[in-house]
């Protein structure tokens, strides 16, 4: 048994073995050291002809889901060995095979998966030298039967197959050869909060032809696919891997693959997605306090993912955005129509996964109960749209098969109370089959039917003390006594002769015992047929389930968005082909959501033309700025995913990329430095933007020196706002106050502050946005609302007022001509140059005195090092 059990474990070193023995699957040596560690099992052993017994661990078969739940979920591959034979007709050792590798990627159970999320198995190719710029990617989501692909072409290739990883999140990833090696994605997969299992196939596994020989499945835009080699090598790759994980089955449910590009959504890079906070907030990842959490009103768990995959991938396709807005408008105007649908999609079960589970012949008789109840909702769900007048709501009613045929299919074979599991037996309707009808009757009545053949034969034959009887030697048979042999009838055939008895048989006992003896092992093989036929005609109607699942889940989706749209008073936005943002009175969905007792302050935005591309906003912190610029991100986002939006009025012009970047005390990579991250989104920002981007900008060059940091600050300001050089709508952010000079010397930039009101020591925020330039940073003020203790802050006053001193004196003695090292920055000419340098560290040393505490004599020293700057400045300047 333990060669049987090596030469398996040899075709998948990379899977924790689950060898079944028995009612249990057993694991051994190192698999059942890992695994009672992982399950905290106990480790026992086993006698395996070595010097030293085999660790052995085990779990009952009937109860494995949950073990292996467990292990996948800890991004362990699992394969599952099986016994192929009865053990007790089997002659030798039991023959046994993989049947599955289950994998985080390869997972159909809905235990182990999360209804309102995809779960995406990743292929990627990457080709990347000479003259050879392209990547191919392909996302499949077996639960689901969904598979897309996309090839990529040019430059930053690494880059942007960031980006779409981060919108897909797999949590399984074969990598090409270059792909496993490439520096920027390692870096991605190991600072990903959802870690994904990586595997490197090799590169023989990404082929074209794999993909292309495929039975079974259509490519709707097939000659989109064609041109796509790349994206089809990703998908061949894929297609073998599932075609391993599970033999025979394999790619079974993959029966449409979609092929997308990049230009048809809204770019947003892995910065922006986490920094908007989609689906998960930043630091706790959390679903509350995201903009899914706001907008989810959603009743079925396909209405759940297919708004999560709206979120992460907004239009940019005028029509479509239309289109879809045209159809909440329709809802929101109708409530009763759309409470009506979304009280029945609240029963509809997940018709999507459950088909697949169908195509996999591994649905249970209660899923497929399920899957006739859900069909049984269609008529009045589509019903309900009759007449619509929306584009997209008259495509969904023609695109919703009421599936009468298949559901009356379903419920006529299956009892109405099916068991959990097939083997369990009863699971066939009563008068669905005559043969099953008359085993159940055999089975059921047995004993009657021996009473009346005993009273019928006693009749006919005259032999009042003739007998039925059973033996598990000879099964049922005619005992009469020697006394009444004369009366034996002649179709009575002797089977066995006793002392004072002889034992006979007729066709008709022959027949019931074959009938009665087997009539629950027929039953059982009889129902599982029958069932097993049933999955297979379901199967084959799948295509028309799904589509009618996906209008369904689309329909889900309008109604959420229309009753959020009705509960939060927003407003349908105006989506136009221009180059402005123009918001009235807009709110951060999310944040006033958030607040319990006090009202959210909305701000009007207008943005883009000639007249504000780039609006820098200053103001202390705590006061709004970062919420402002989120809103006005989310806002556009909102209304290019096809949603209304929080505000009274809002005209979008189609934007094609959202890119942020947030300072420096957010939590972003490890590994490196938090300056070395800022700089790298920035350079991402700057050279992915076009000037139909939005950019956010929130306090960037913090990480370095004050002289560097706004130095770069004011060239990244310049450059975004600079319709030569980019040109992009542009929200900055700052506190480097000397940058609100750029208004009136650089096209197109305005000032705009957060409102403060102060009353001698105290500030209030008053969270509006208004014109020009913040008169102050109160950072004072804000440590004191933050809770920094009263010495402190005092100290801290001190401090200022001090330094304020030392400047107008300076000032003062050395006249008004004299360079002050902060006007500096503000002469273009100027910048870069030794003075700047050596004013800075002149005055980096004026900072770091403290008269409070000098000695008479370190005074002094000071004062020396202080004139010997001063030289050398002056040295320098001249």
Known sequence: MMRQYWEIKAENPDAILLYRLGDFYEMFFEDAILVSRELELVLTGRDCGQEERAPMCGVPF??????????????????????????????????????????????????????????????????????????????????????????????????????????????????????????????????????????????????????????????????????????????????????????GGGQGCIRTVECYGESQFMRLDAASRRNLELCETMRSREKRGSLLWVLDRTRSAMGKRLLRTW??????????????????????????????????????????????????????????????????????LREGLRG???????????????????????????????????????????????????????????????????QREQDATGIKKLKVGYNRVFGYYIEISNAYRQLIPEHYIRKQTLANCERYITEELKELEAKVLGAGERILKLEQEIFGQLR??????????????????????????????????????????????????????????????????SNSTALGGGECRCAVITGPNMAGKSTYMRQVALITLMAQVGSFVPAQSAAIGLTDAIFTRVGASDDLASGQSTFMVEMREVANILQSATPRSLLIFDEIGRGTSTFDGMSIARAVLEHAADPRRLGAKTLFATHYHELTELEGSLEGVRNFAVAVKKRGDEIIFL????RGAADGSYGIEVARLAGVPDTVIRRAKAILKNLEIQEQAKLSANGSAEIHPRDLTKSPARENTLQVLQAEGFIDLLQRIDLDTLTPLEALTKLYEIVKQARLFGDGAS
Do not use: W
């Not at 002659?91 to 995406?120: C, F, Q």
């Not at 490519?219 to 089809?232: I, K, M, R, V």
């Not at 699971?427 to 043969?435: M, T, V």
């Not at 969270?767 to 208004?770: G, K, N, P, S």
């Open 767 to 770: 969270r509006r946005i208004v």
């Open 311 to 380: 979120l992460e991938r907004p239009l940019v396709h005028l029509p479509r955005i239309t289109q879809r807005l045209t159809a909440v408008e329709e809802l929101l105007g109708s409530a009763e129509t759309r409470l009506d649908a979304m009280e029945r999609l609240g029963s509809l079960h997940d018709l999507e996964r459950l088909i697949a589970r169908v195509l996999y012949q591994s649905a249970s008789p209660r899923e497929m109960c399920a899957v006739a109840d859900s069909l049984a909702l269609l008529p009045a």
């Open 62 to 247: 009937h109860s494995a889901e949950g073990y292996i739940a467990r292990l996948v979920a800890k991004g362990y591959k699992i394969a599952i060995c099986e016994q192929m034979e009865d053990p007790t007709l089997a002659k030798g050792l039991v023959r046994r095979e993989v049947i599955r590798v289950i994998s985080p990627g390869t997972v159909i159970e809905s235990a182990m998966l999360d209804e309102a999320r995809n779960n995406y198995l990743c292929a990627v190719l990457l080709e990347d030298t000479g003259d050879t710029h392209r990547a191919g990617l392909c996302f499949c989501d077996i639960s689901t039967g969904l598979a897309e692909i996309t090839q990529l072409e040019g430059g930053d290739l690494p880059a942007r197959l960031v980006n779409e990883l981060a919108k897909y999140m797999p949590t399984e990833v074969l990598l090409s050869p270059q792909a496993a090696e490439n520096r920027r994605l390692r870096e991605y997969f190991n600072s990903a909060r959802t870690q994904p299992l990586l595997e490197a196939p090799g590169q023989a596994a990404f082929a074209a032809s794999d993909a292309l020989t495929a039975p079974g499945i259509e490519y709707p835009a097939a000659q989109d696919a064609e041109t796509c080699p790349a994206a089809l090598a990703a998908l061949g790759a894929a297609l073998g891997h599932l075609r391993r994980a599970q033999p």
């Open 388 to 454: 619509a007048k929306a584009a997209l709501l008259q495509r969904i009613y023609t695109e919703m098969d009421p599936m009468a045929d298949i559901c009356a299919l379903i419920r006529s074979t299956l009892a109405e109370d099916p068991p959990a599991k097939q083997q369990e037996g009863g699971l066939i309707r009563e008068g669905y089959c005559p043969e099953l009808d008359e085993l159940r009757a055999l089975e059921r009545d047995g004993k009657g039917r021996l009473v009346s053949i005993q």
């Open 536 to 601: 297979e005609e379901v199967a084959g109607h799948s295509h028309r389930i799904r589509k009618s699942a996906g209008a369904a889940a689309k329909l889900d989706v309008l109604c959420s968005l229309a009753e959020v749209a009705a509960a939060k008073q927003y407003c349908r936005p105006e989506i136009n082909a221009g180059d402005t943002i123009e918001i009235t009175e807009g709110r951060h969905p999310v944040v006033e959501c958030m607040l319990e007792d006090a009202p959210f302050v």
